[in-house]
């Protein structure tokens, strides 16, 4: 259906507005469609409201620095004229308010190759990267454990993965599938696109095609339309395979299958109980029974971040924060961890001043009581969490045991931050129910309010990882 | 409360609301530039006045409402140019927003995906256009296209977007949990 002369005509009139050549007559006219029709009305504000948006989304501009807004006390005339230089004000509102997420332009130094376009009754198990639909994918591992999740590669080579699988993110246009299935549809200028598997690589010649590797490596592909190569790492084997042709991949050689055009056999890959066990394994909060939440202390009145875990320590009561963890252990399969390390991605959470924050001490502590392990990030209070303490950096030390501390040097804020050892390791072997609560509390008690309020990524941050359990495991 | 607490209480507050903020300005100031001074004058108004805003009241629609009086203190200040849009206007504009509130912020929350979905080139115009802030001129040899191109290119990708979040808007995952 084709919209109304009037609505093309305002669409036409916000072009000129916002690119082109805005005249006064285009003035004249715009305020006459805009107060003639409420449906114009909507229209139009929900045009500029987006044009808005997305400018903000980019660069924060128009910010005010808070440091120096707030320089000045409530009802009280500021003593000067406050001039506002344009560019240094970006860059300290930038950091004041630093929270912006940055969709259009992933950070520099960590190139985006994928973005998360849409995920389809999707269950995502221990993932380095985000899972959630829009964000942008760095180099890392995707573990889908059930459902399917689409992906566009940064060279326009389309992915669905079909749980359970895990892949691995290598460059724009390449990627590398540990077990699991995925079809791809490959346009023209993504040629080239690469899958590699434990023993051979796929390269796409321009084409529709599936995928699939058990845990073993064996492996299968089906050309739906156009044409691949199979290169095969041990035998050096190459094959060129067409429309609706097949080849079975096994450790040692390739196998064509001709005329395969019923449901490509995917091998039984789906069987964990059978993979052979790795010796190191990465969990992380977002996976399994695992959850993550944060509590804040009574009479704060203002919920805050829903991708940030927050931790504050003031002397105001009522403001103060604890992080709560809980890791499904059950992966382990009762195996014994010899090392381990938690590693937590902090960013600036837009609360307080960095500038104003000293050096923080943070501890991590295990809950040893494990008849507490069952909390949920909904119902999680200040005071019903486990081993409460009414301290915001302690915890009920009959409850818990400390594990270890690090700390973030003075005015930082962000930044990824672990703590290893064997006391970590131990507390974990000590585990009876496969889940293993860990509280992240803030030491360091800040003398004003307005230090910086830390955050940590939690289970829903668009692109940091999770709170994360690297573990080396020994032999049973 | 001692004053540091309504430092960290305002801090709060402007981060939840300042988004919409700025985009309300946007509504009835178009310039960029003139829209951030705006949006800058109306911040520093709003925290010396924040002692009168009643903690528990609507924030966004207070702040909003200082905000529309720094448009027409910003107006008068400055030279009356045939571009202004007139003072019925501003109301009627502002009014909008204030009844569209809780949708438009829905809508900002839909507008990522959307974005997320556009095709790479799209997304590198949107990037120099808001990321980089460059005029469809600076952008033209950038992108190997012509202005008119990139006019009517960007043209596209708003109306896309647009629909793109007037679709989504609706779906169960993004009501309001």
Known sequence: ?476 | MSPPDRAEEFVFLLARHERLLGAYVMTMVPHPQDADDILQEAKVVMWRNFAKFEAGTNFGAWARKVAFHQVLAYRKRKHRDRLDFSEDFLRTVSDEVEQSADRLEQRERVLHDCVAKLPPEHRDALHLRYQEGLSLEDMAPRLERTVGALYRLLSRVRHVLHECVSKNLNRPENEPA
């Open chain 1, 1 to 476: 259906m084709n919209p109304p002369d009037s609505q093309l005509e305002l669409r036409e009139l916000c072009d000129r507005l916002l690119d082109g050549d805005f005249s006064p007559e285009d003035r004249a006219r715009l305020e006459a469609l805009v107060l003639g029709d409420p449906t114009l009305r909507r229209l139009y504000v929900e045009i500029m409201h987006q044009h808005a948006a997305l400018r903000q989304n980019a660069s924060r501009l128009g910010d005010v620095p808070l440091s120096e807004v707030l320089q000045m006390s409530p009802d009280e005339p500021p003593k000067k004229v406050i001039r506002f230089p344009r560019w240094p004000l970006q860059l300290a509102a930038a950091v004041a308010l630093g929270f912006a997420i940055w969709w259009l332009a992933p950070h520099p130094a960590e190139k985006s190759l994928a973005t998360l376009v849409e995920t389809n009754g999707a269950r995502w198990d221990n993932s380095s990267l985000p899972t959630v639909p829009g964000s942008p994918l760095r180099a890392g591992r995707l573990r889908l454990e059930s459902g399917v999740a689409r992906l566009v590669f940064q060279s326009g080579a389309e992915v669905s993965l079909e749980g359970p699988a895990e892949l691995e993110l290598q460059g724009p246009n390449t990627c590398f599938l540990h077990s699991g299935a995925l079809t791809a549809h490959v346009p023209l200028q993504a040629h080239g696109f690469t899958v590699g598997t434990a023993h051979a690589q796929l390269i796409d010649h321009g084409t529709d095609f599936g995928i699939s590797a058990d845990p073993g490596g064996r492996g299968q592909v089906q050309v739906l339309k156009g044409e691949v190569e199979l290169r095969h790492d041990q035998s050096g084997e190459t094959r060129l395979l067409q429309t609706h042709e097949s080849a079975a991949i096994t450790p040692d050689r390739l196998t064509q299958v001709r005329g395969a055009d019923g449901e490509p056999d995917r091998y039984a890959f789906v069987r964990p109980n059978s993979a052979p066990h790795p010796s190191t394994l990465t969990l992380t909060t977002a996976g399994g029974a695992g959850d993550a939440a944060y509590v804040v202390s009574p009479n704060s009145p203002i919920h805050l971040s829903d991708t940030l875990l927050l931790v504050k320590n003031a002397p105001t009561k009522g403001y103060r924060r604890k992080a709560y963890l809980r890791f499904d252990l059950t992966p382990l399969r009762d195996r014994p961890v010899a090392e381990a390390s938690l590693t937590l991605n902090f960013e600036a959470t837009g609360f307080g001043y960095a500038s104003l924050t000293g050096e923080c001490t943070f501890a991590v502590y295990g809950l040893v009581d494990d008849t507490q392990d069952d909390w949920s990030a909904e119902t999680l209070t200040w005071e019903n969490a486990p081993a409460f303490s009414p301290d915001a950096g302690k915890v009920d030390a009959s409850r818990a045991v400390k594990l270890g501390t690090f700390t973030t040097p003075r005015g930082v804020v962000s930044g990824t931050f672990a703590i290893e050892g064997q006391t970590l390791a131990d507390f974990l072997n000590a585990d009876t129910n496969r889940r293993a609560t860990l509280i992240v509390v803030r030491e360091t008690s800040e003398p004003g309010n307005n230090a910086a309020v830390h955050g940590f990524a939690g289970n829903h941050h668009p692109t940091l990882a999770p709170p994360t359990l690297k573990l080396t495991l020994a032999d049973r």
